[in-house]
């Protein structure tokens, strides 16, 4: 499945998406998140920014 | 038989939540996907339809809240309460090695810049690493190398609207030789281990360190087996120096991250973390 990315409008494949699943645009790098599935395509919105309690 | 459920709580799906998901497919295990964010935590509110919580919130301070309120349901959470307090802040991590007796770079943490100064020489003077307690993915970390790098950093941090900033954790430097070992330990036991290989002193791979297997020997599962033990076992990721004189537990971690280890060691991580949770319902 795929879906645009917002800042750079490159098409990126998901095997299998899942909501709230982060990934990076191979194009910009931006790290996105995805929104929703509509009709078969994934709608992006950027990730947001690292907060100080995240991660390992 | 009873087919079992595993509520897995997260905050956003990253490579390692993707690989969980997979991994459950694979062994024919329920798993219901919980996004924290959506959650109200008020008794009456709150309905189950799982066995057991994997808890894998990026966010540390989320993931506290949800263990608290899930034990306080009598729901088993993966890892439990006490383990994830007892790794989440570095310090408290450190000082309860220390007082199990696992060996760690020495360390302390102050609240000035006398103070620190004067920790700095009880520890074998510099270079030392300035850590926030809390945090991760080798974030904020400042390596000092004399007095000078010391005072600015410690200005610095006066600005910084972090409460916790004003704490600083100081801890001995310990030359790597470019890389470092994260040990995946579950109830003690080292299932496999990486090194994170890096020019740069910070070698996490969220930071660019490359990941190769490393073959765990007698001596690298004893000190992360009574760490485990200091901390209360579970599922813990351990970052490990090789000190002159052995090893050194440098941090535990709560949460682990493994997609980058899957592959260089040949262990489903995942696959393990499921059954681990399966075998805890029983």
């Known amino acids: ?56 | 038989m009873k087919k079992y459920k595993i509520g897995l709580f997260y905050t956003l799906i990253r490579g390692d939540e993707k690989l969980l998901i997979d991994a459950a497919k694979k062994l024919n295990v329920d798993l219901e996907l919980i996004n924290i964010d959506n959650l109200i935590l008020k008794r009456d509110a709150f309905k189950f339809n799982f066995d057991i919580a994997l808890l894998r919130s990026v966010s540390s301070t989320k993931e506290k809240y949800v263990a608290f309120f899930l034990e306080s349901l009598g729901i088993k959470t993966i890892n439990s309460l006490k383990v994830i307090q007892n790794c989440d802040d570095k310090f408290f991590t450190s000082t309860i090695l220390e007082k199990k007796g696992v060996n760690q770079p020495k360390f302390g943490l102050v609240f000035s810049l006398n103070e620190a100064k004067k920790l700095i020489e009880n520890i074998g003077g510099y270079p030392v690493v300035i850590k926030p307690t809390t945090g991760s993915w080798g974030r904020m970390l400042a390596k000092i190398n004399d007095e000078d790098a010391l005072e600015a950093i410690f200005e610095h941090k006066q600005y910084l609207s972090s409460p916790y900033q004003k704490a600083l954790y100081i801890q001995k430097f310990i030359e790597k030789d470019g890389r470092d070992i994260r040990a995946f330990v579950f109830d003690g036991e080292v299932i496999c281990a990486i090194y994170r290989n890096s020019n740069h002193w910070i070698t996490n791979t969220a930071r660019g360190g490359i990941a190769s297997n490393c073959e765990v020997n007698k001596e690298l599962k004893k000190i992360c087996y009574k760490a485990s033990e200091a901390i209360g076992h579970g599922i813990l990721a351990m970052d490990v120096f090789e000190g002159k004189d052995g090893y050194l537990i440098n941090e535990v971690n709560h949460t682990m991250e493994f997609k980058n280890s899957e592959k260089p060691t040949g262990v489903s991580i995942s696959s393990v973390i499921i059954n681990y949770c399966l075998k805890k319902i029983k």
Not at chain 1, 32 to 45: D, P, Q, W
Request: proline share 5%.
């Open chain 1, 1 to 56: 499945m795929n879906g645009q990315c917002p800042l750079c409008s490159q098409l990126l494949e998901v095997n299998n998406p899942e909501i709230n699943e982060l990934i990076s645009c191979s194009s910009c790098n931006q790290k996105l998140i995805v929104k929703e599935i509509k009709n078969k395509k994934i709608i992006f919105i950027e990730a947001p920014q690292i907060e100080e309690d995240w991660g390992e």
